[in-house]
């Protein structure tokens, strides 16, 4: 849990509440948090959903992991520590477009099960919907998109998660995606049957 260095704040209610935002939408706001080892398919699961909820009028934004480390986390690394707060910082942020009636999609490694689980206590029961991206190393090594699996076997990535850092899969995720197994459209239309289940966003 990060400290508290800011005194003397108090948190300020606005005159509009999320209910009302989710009345206005037609749908509930959640944060589904995609997490899993690099070139598993996250992202582009994440920008594939992004797709299909806008098609549907669902208010929906990705956060991905590469995106942020542009901006808002640049200044962190990637050490156990940096790790840990780069997922606190988006766990927070995740929290606020979920505040804001959008339903937030998050690209992730986040190795850490205790990171996640933070996560999932900044949020009310039911709005974090953890997604494991299952895909065997070897799998994704054979995709290796970027390159990285290659750069970390030589030694050129230090603290490369699934070579040189651990990676904890979650214990009991709302979902699986075994992406070895199953396409982009396949496993979008899993996630959008959990949403329906759950009513989050309106049945077709």
Not at 134 to 151: F, I, M, N, S, T
Not at 171 to 188: C, F, H, K, W, Y
Request: hydrophobic share 40%.
């Amino acid at each position: 849990m990060a400290e508290q260095k800011a005194t003397n704040i108090v948190w300020h209610q606005g005159a509009v509440t999320r209910a009302d935002r989710e009345r206005l939408s037609g749908h509930r706001s959640a944060t589904v948090w995609f997490t899993g080892l690099s070139g598993s398919g996250k992202s582009t699961i994440a920008v594939a959903l992004e797709k299909a909820l806008w098609e549907r009028g669902v208010h929906a934004f990705v956060l991905d992991g590469d995106n942020v480390r542009h901006g808002l986390n640049k200044n962190l690394g990637f050490s156990p520590a940096d790790r840990t707060e780069n997922i606190r910082r988006i766990g927070e942020v995740a929290k606020l477009f979920t505040d804001a009636g959008i339903i937030a999609l998050t690209a992730f490694i986040s190795p850490y099960r205790a990171d996640r689980d933070q996560v999932r206590a900044l949020m009310q029961p039911g709005d974090f919907v953890e997604v494991m991206v299952a895909c065997p190393l070897e799998v994704c090594e054979q995709r290796d998109v970027k390159g990285l699996y290659q750069k970390a076997r030589a030694g050129q990535i230090p603290e490369f998660t699934g070579i040189s850092a651990p990676y904890e899969p979650p214990l009991r995720p709302e979902i699986t995606l075994r992406t070895d197994a199953q396409d982009v459209e396949e496993s979008v239309r899993q996630v959008l049957s959990y949403l329906e289940q759950r009513g989050i966003v309106p049945r077709r």
